[in-house]
């Protein structure tokens, strides 16, 4: 499914009338139509239904829809916020087919709303939609105040109002928050972006019939759901052999930082690598050597229990998983230029996006696949920008990156963004707030490793990844788990059964 900005949802409208010659008023009667199927089911008949509409498009799918409602023999008031004369274009249309049949209030000065809000129990809001811009402004900021102080079910219309397309609400005031968004055509950016996504509850996409062309000039961002991994996950073939799926290293580890190489290695072979080798520091080999029987562990030169940065055998493999528990040391560093020097497909995390920041300039002209994979706190190391600049423009700042760079880049967290180095974005669907621990990544980094080896597509095989990472967690939460006590290797324990059941 295909997620838009705002400009790109307002430029397949413009194609769809001027180039393909479909009006406006028709295009809002169809938005009214298939909002009136997809609600019905969900709304009682004799339930007090209020029908908030503003100026604009919004308001126009308003009024067709509340035309339906009370067609349909539902009690429904319609609450006309602007001046009667404010009202403008295809949505004036639509009020005056509205007017001709049935009766409407006026907002005025909103005593009157005020006054008969607590009688509704359901409110349909079409008030801004696309439309906003800035802060919400007078009536429409008390109006979504005294809505949200209700104990009234919201169903929004394309957004919630007070919301943008593209994420980043601005004011004191805060959106409506919706029970349900019934959200026209595709997704908009802003229901994968937080604080945003919260606002929207449930959500749901309605076809208003606007042509797959009219999106050809749309940037390539597409949900990667249940369906798109049963689509492209393969299985092993009958006559493979250990060397048909790859032979992988993980560099990482150091003193107090044990661990983490051993969770990325454990990952690997549970998500098909056929190979896979450990380097650790020389003082650590011991501890980690034997924890797992499958893996060969080998101790790298070292100071202190961390790399000294000399690299003593060829880094002739598959592919490198680099950064778990490696240390901020100069030792590291050195390690991170050497593997950057190397044609082989690399893994990056953790410590190694630390150390990438000085050397990233190297990445350009890897000839081998480059897989980043950092959190916002990393992002923003990386881009200079601060946290919260990454988190409001998830898609634009992973989508500069990656085209710049050259790399396939994981924007980790809630609905992580993976976006290969022609910018193309598959958001993730699977997850909750389980993984926000200490080794989750580790287990990511891991289980790319094994897929970039096993691959053919390099950005549905990260996105597979994502997605059953994020879908070990569900299993777990649904299952015995809460989302305070799972653990990263839990998550490892239960990429088996996630696999088994796409592959099964």
């Given amino acids: 499914m295909r997620i838009v900005s705002g400009k790109e949802m307002y430029e397949a409208d413009r194609f769809t009338m001027e ?16 909002l009136f199927e997809a609600m019905k089911d969900r709304l009682q008949v004799h339930e007090r239904i209020a029908v908030l509409v503003g100026t604009g498009n919004n308001g126009g799918d308003g009024f067709v829809l509340s035309r339906y409602l009370k067609e349909n023999g539902f009690d429904v008031d319609v609450w006309v916020i602007p001046p009667e004369g404010k009202v403008k274009g295809d949505a004036a249309a639509h009020f005056g087919f509205f007017k001709a049949l049935f009766e409407w209030k ?11 809000l607590s009688e509704y129990g359901v409110v349909i809001d079409c008030l801004l939609g696309l439309g906003v811009s800035g802060a919400i402004r007078s009536p429409y900021n008390h109006i979504i105040q005294k809505v949200n102080k209700s104990s009234v079910v919201v169903l929004s219309v394309d957004l919630p109002s007070g919301l943008k397309a593209d994420g980043g609400f601005e004011g004191e005031y805060e959106p409506i928050r919706a029970d349900r968004t019934y959200t026209l055509q595709c997704p908009k950016l802003s229901a994968y972006l937080y604080p945003d996504a919260d606002y929207y509850g449930e959500l749901e996409v309605i076809d208003i019939g606007l042509p797959r062309v009219a999106f050809s000039k749309a940037l390539q961002r597409k949900l990667w759901t249940e369906l798109s991994v049963a689509h492209t996950l393969t299985d092993r073939t009958a006559s493979s052999h250990k060397g048909s799926h790859g032979k992988g290293l993980v560099i990482g580890g150091s003193k107090g930082m044990v661990g983490a190489p051993i969770m990325t290695a454990k990952a690997a072979y549970r998500s098909g690598a056929g190979l896979i080798q450990a380097a650790v520091p020389e003082e650590i080999l011991s501890m980690t050597a034997g924890t797992l029987v499958e893996a060969m562990f080998r101790g790298w030169p070292s100071e202190g229990g961390f790399f000294s940065g000399e690299v003593p055998e060829n880094l002739s493999f598959d592919g490198i998983a680099i950064g778990p528990g490696l240390g901020r040391l100069d030792g590291g560093s050195k390690m991170v230029e050497a593997v950057l020097a190397s044609d082989t497909s690399l893994v990056m995390d953790a410590d190694a996006l630390y150390h990438l920041n000085e050397l990233k300039d190297q990445l350009k002209g890897r000839k081998g696949t480059t897989v980043l994979t950092p959190h916002p706190g990393e992002m923003a190391r990386l881009t200079g920008l601060s946290i919260q600049e990454v988190q409001n423009n998830r898609f634009e700042v992973s989508r500069s990156f ?3 760079y050259n790399v396939y880049l994981v924007l980790k967290g809630p609905y992580t963004v993976v976006t290969s180095p022609d910018g193309t974005q598959f958001i ?8 926000a621990k200490g080794g989750s990544g580790d287990v990511l ?12 597509s390099i950005h549905e095989g990260i996105s597979n990844v994502v997605y059953v990472h994020g879908k070990a967690a569900d299993v777990l939460v649904q299952s015995n788990h809460s989302t305070l006590d799972v653990l990263a290797t839990d998550v490892i324990d239960t990429i088996p059964a996630v696999l088994h059941s796409f592959l099964e």
């Fill in 19 to 34: 180039e393909i010659g479909l009006s406006g008023a028709m295009l809002m009667e169809n938005a009214g139509k298939a």
């Fill in 106 to 116: 006026a907002y005025k000065d909103g005593e009157s709303f005020n006054k008969h």
């Fill in 402 to 404: 990656a085209e710049e």
């Fill in 428 to 435: 993730n669907t699977s997850g909750n707030s389980a993984l």
């Fill in 445 to 456: 980094t891991g289980m790319i490793l094994a897929f970039i080896m096993n691959s053919k």
